[in-house]
T-cell receptor, first 112, second 116 residues
């Protein structure tokens, strides 16, 4: 158990819908990262927040957005869902920058 | 941009034997970290071993060791005395130590099968 929690574990939804994935970092960790693991693209970085501020963006679609709240939990919002958005979405956290990232168990999103 | 390449999509090894997973990377940076992550069927991402580029000594963690060749940009993982619990997807990964962001860049993975 890494100490990072993600909810829900599984999510099944339809095309065109919007979902929110939630991540609670380890206690004391300020930095949160979101990664997407799909069959087509492999594991890729989406976005990073540090102490409430967006710090880095990867190949994140415009239909996707994220935020980190004052209590440091983070949410990833996926809208206008397409079949290709089906993937495992990981959240990771680290105490600061350039520190080890601890991965949560992931949220499995299935878009039908 | 940095890239990580794992040329072996799948490998098999007999239990108790030794196996080496290959990884090459491309970067113009001089300061970075390299990792091997294990993803078992549970899908949890588990850090196996980590190497700092400025350290010449190869990292070792129990039965896991790496062969880090900086000039060749090669970073292979050796698993000794393979066990059934080692069966998993293994990802080689890179992280810059110089950039503003510290995202991890992953290879496509190598699925390792352990034969009893």
């Amino acid at each position: 158990d890494s100490g990072v929690t993600q909810t829900p574990k599984h999510l099944i939804t339809a095309t065109g819908q919007r979902v929110t994935l939630r991540c609670s970092p380890r206690s004391g960790d300020l930095s949160v990262y979101w990664y997407q693991q799909s069959l087509d693209q492999g594991l890729q970085f989406l976005i990073q927040y540090y102490n409430g501020e967006e710090r880095a963006k990867g190949n994140i679609l415009e239909r996707f957005s994220a935020q980190q709240f004052p209590d440091l939990h983070s949410e990833l919002n996926l809208s206008s869902l397409e079949l290709g958005d089906s993937a495992l979405y990981f959240c990771a956290s680290s105490v600061g920058l350039q520190n080890e990232q601890f991965f949560g168990p992931g949220t499995r999103l299935t878009v039908l | 941009a940095q890239t990580v390449t794992q040329s072996q999509p799948e490998m098999s090894v007999q239990e108790a034997e030794t196996v080496t997973l290959s990884c090459t990377y491309d970067t113009s940076e001089s300061d970075y970290y390299l990792f091997w992550y294990k993803q078992p069927p549970s899908r949890q991402m588990i850090l196996v071993i980590r190497q700092e580029a400025y350290k010449q000594q190869n990292a070792t963690e129990n039965r896991f060791s790496v062969n880090f060749q900086k000039a060749a940009k090669s970073f292979s993982l050796k698993i000794s005395d393979s066990q059934l619990g080692d069966a998993a997807m293994y990802f080689c990964a890179y992280r810059s130590a110089m950039n503003r962001d510290d995202k991890i860049i992953f290879g496509k993975g190598t699925r390792l099968h352990i034969l009893p």
